[in-house]
């Protein structure tokens, strides 16, 4: 092996992955672009090493969220059937799809997180819907609270809207999948618009939903001999201590100047995402 | 906050633990792998060592796909213990759905579009019920010595070994 190859993939996934932390998002939308543009790293490879760093993501920095109450697990389960059905999906298309239809599909899912991060998220107001927009979160008593330190007391919300949200989250699963990401991208306005989640919680239960959601891929690949240890090992390694950085280096996301940066460098992946989906990226790199 | 939900709070706990522990394990796996890979390729011929190396790091990641397996695991037993039949339910559904996942990507190991003959000897060797394909698969395996499962390891081994 490489050693100085092995450096450089175990420092992108770090930097990556506490970078997407701060952001609360695994590091995966990042890693890929990186590790295909610069790296020279087979697309399919790069996918299956970016799976197994969203579940180090996920499982590393679930235990905080879980321990101040804000993951709701019945929530996380019942949405977890329709992400891992949406995985499974994926595994079928991921052979079958050409490779510049990946490429273009990442710098679109790309532009739509620039689009998001432009976009102030705030919690969802009002409780004003009918009765039956909460049916189902009622039948499976998902309704439940948070502690909000600043006040003192349990903060309760309501589940609304859980077909709707079934939905984007079987998307959201076929997304994780084919790309390799955790794609918060879509699962944002399934908690936001359709369940109407407070960010705290929404933000929780999706750390903890995706390392299922990619356990249901990376599984699929890792026995179909996708997943590269050479490459995958490092990125594993680097996003796991990156995980945990992000989670320390509380920097806000309101904070006006990350985020520019962010969707600078957004924007850039996305345009030579989209050289490459064309053929005419700066390398091609046979590793 | 704690008084009134005793029983989800003690999940919560059992979860994160399970998440930190688990975590802890395969990153020390891959680790280690990763650093007898590193150690060994600096003393002998450096694709060799990948080839006996890279086990415990493949091991540690495949440690890392099952953890959160293993977290619906922990839930699914939760849930029954305290006869909670609809969620245990939705925990088994999850559950298949991945072990689902698994089984597809084992078969899709078989049938994998390599240029190579090993494909279609795998193939051959699925088809069991007549006799004249039996014949037919032991005229193949006679004229292919290697195993199949051996030759595709080695594609897997050195795939991403050129940088």
Redesign the interface.
Known sequence: ???G??IWLFAVSLGASALGGMLGMAGGIFIVPILVIF????IH?AIGASL?SV??C???G???F??S?L?N??LA??L??AT??G??SG??LF?VIPVSYLFSLFAAILLVSVQQMMARRGDPLGSSTAADTRRWGAA?CLDS?Y?EPALG??IAYRVQRLPMGMMLMFGAGLISALLGIGSGVLKIPAMDTALRLPIKVSSATSNFMI??T????????????D????????V??GS?VGALLGARILIRASNASIRLLFVVVLVALAAEMLLQAFGIGFSK??? | ?NHGTPR??Q???L???T??F??WL??AA??L??AL??LD?RFSA?KL??LRD?RI??I???L??????V??VV?LIVYLRHRDY??SA??L??LT??L???????A??RH?NTPTSPTQVGRSLQVPDDSRESAHKAHICKDQPSSPIYV?NCI?ET?????
């Open positions: 092996m490489n050693s190859f092995a790296g020279h790293v087979d490879a197994v579940i180090a996920s499982c590393g679930a235990a905080p879980l321990r109450h993951t697990i019945r389960i019942t977890e059937t891992t059905l995985a499974l595994v079928f052979g499976l609270g502690p007391t349990d390392g299922v990619a356990a249901a891929s990376a599984g699929a690949y890792f026995m179909r001999g997943i590269v240890t050479a490459v995958a090992g490092p594993a390694l796991v790199g046979p590793l | 906050m989800p709070a999940l919560e706990w979860l994160a633990g998440l930190h688990g975590t395969a990153s891959i680790g792998g990763l890979a590193l390729s450096p060592a990948i890279m790091a493949t540690g990641i495949a890392l796909i099952l953890l959160p397996v977290r619906v839930m609809r969620f939705i925990a559904l999850v759905i991945i689902l996942g698994f089984t597809v990507g084992l899709g190991s994998r595709s897997y795939y991403d070994l050129g940088g």
